[in-house]
């Protein structure tokens, strides 16, 4: 399948059975539906946030939809230092014994602004949470990755080199060199780990919304129509794919995916 072509894709029930899968950003928008739907197809989710109120809701939907039952940590990436993730792997292993996939889901993008006008600590913070944070992480996530079976890290991209996005811009490049930098160093017969990225284009979240306040929420398309894309690569049917950047166009409003 390339493209368009993963929009259309449905797992067989069970997909993920067993698998143990860390969702950054899970509290809301693209990253609660990506934990919502791992859970669905048997995944057991690590769901990263750090506002638990909101991981909490969707720990309960998980929980009412009789998925197996999720695993809250609240944690700021803005904040926190290596000594917190690599905390995180520890009780993830000592809880569930294992630890199979990644997906770099969280973003914060607080401003759009001329690149002379950024304030320098703002750029650091910026900077910070959407990249060495998601360096941290994954330092931290990659030796027990290394022990699974089929272990999978997936990017959520988003193309912003351009005017007024600032240290978000620049951070996003940066994750994507970090993806194919991974995907490069694991794609080896002797320890291979599938690592890609997507870019979904504009999709309805609250970040979206609160970026563009002059755009109708509902004339973007919901996060759920693009997660065909997400279960192909985090599951055993994309095989040996890997150091793919699967960029999506705009899709129409009223898109939806095959399998809700």
Same mark, same amino acid.
């Given at each position: 399948?390339?493209?368009?072509?993963?929009?259309?894709?449905?797992?067989?029930?069970?997909?993920?059975?067993?698998?143990?899968?860390?969702?950054?950003?899970?509290?809301?928008?693209?990253?609660?539906?990506?934990?919502?739907?791992?859970?669905?197809?048997? !995944?057991?989710?690590? @769901? =990263?946030?750090?506002?638990?109120?909101? +991981? &909490? *809701?969707?720990? %309960?939907?998980?929980?009412?939809?009789?998925?197996?039952?999720?695993?809250?940590?609240?944690?700021?990436?803005?904040?926190?230092?290596?000594?917190?993730?690599?905390?995180?792997?520890?009780?993830?292993?000592?809880?569930?014994?294992?630890?199979?996939?990644?997906?770099?889901?969280?973003?914060?993008?607080?401003?759009?602004?001329?690149?002379?006008?950024?304030?320098?600590?703002?750029?650091?913070?910026?900077?910070?949470?959407?990249?060495? !944070?998601?360096?941290? @992480? =994954?330092?931290?996530?990659?030796?027990? +990755? &290394? *022990?699974?079976? %089929?272990?999978?890290?997936?990017?959520?991209?988003?193309?912003?080199?351009?005017?007024?996005?600032?240290?978000?811009?620049?951070?996003?490049?940066?994750?994507?060199?970090?993806?194919?930098?991974?995907?490069?160093?694991?794609?080896?017969?002797?320890?291979?780990?599938?690592?890609?990225?997507?870019?979904?284009?504009?999709?309805?979240?609250?970040?979206?919304?609160?970026?563009?306040?002059?755009?109708?929420?509902?004339?973007?398309?919901?996060?759920?129509?693009?997660?065909?894309?997400?279960?192909?690569?985090?599951?055993?049917?994309?095989?040996?794919?890997?150091?793919?950047?699967?960029?999506?166009?705009?899709?129409?409003?009223?898109?939806?995916?095959?399998?809700?």
């Amino acid at each position: 399948m390339i493209g368009n072509d993963l929009l259309d894709y449905v797992p067989e029930d069970n997909y993920l059975k067993e698998r143990v899968i860390l969702v950054t950003g899970a509290g809301s928008g693209l990253g609660a539906v990506l934990a919502k739907s791992y859970a669905r197809f048997g !995944a057991t989710v690590i @769901l =990263l946030s750090k506002t638990i109120g909101k +991981l &909490e *809701k969707v720990y %309960d939907e998980i929980v009412a939809a009789g998925y197996p039952e999720p695993i809250i940590h609240p944690l700021d990436l803005e904040g926190a230092h290596g000594g917190h993730y690599e905390e995180l792997v520890e009780a993830v292993v000592e809880n569930l014994g294992r630890l199979d996939g990644v997906v770099i889901n969280a973003a914060n993008l607080p401003t759009f602004t001329p690149f002379k006008h950024y304030e320098p600590e703002l750029w650091g913070k910026v900077i910070h949470s959407n990249m060495q !944070a998601n360096y941290l @992480l =994954l330092r931290a996530c990659l030796p027990e +990755l &290394e *022990k699974s079976p %089929d272990p999978a890290i997936i990017f959520s991209s988003h193309e912003s080199n351009k005017a007024y996005f600032g240290a978000f811009g620049v951070a996003k490049a940066g994750l994507d060199a970090m993806c194919d930098i991974l995907a490069d160093e694991y794609d080896s017969e002797t320890q291979f780990i599938r690592v890609n990225r997507i870019d979904t284009g504009p999709i309805r979240t609250q970040m979206r919304t609160l970026n563009f306040p002059g755009e109708n929420p509902s004339s973007v398309v919901r996060p759920e129509a693009l997660i065909g894309a997400y279960l192909y690569f985090m599951g055993s049917d994309a095989a040996k794919r890997t150091g793919e950047n699967i960029k999506f166009d705009r899709l129409a409003a009223d898109a939806t995916w095959q399998g809700e």
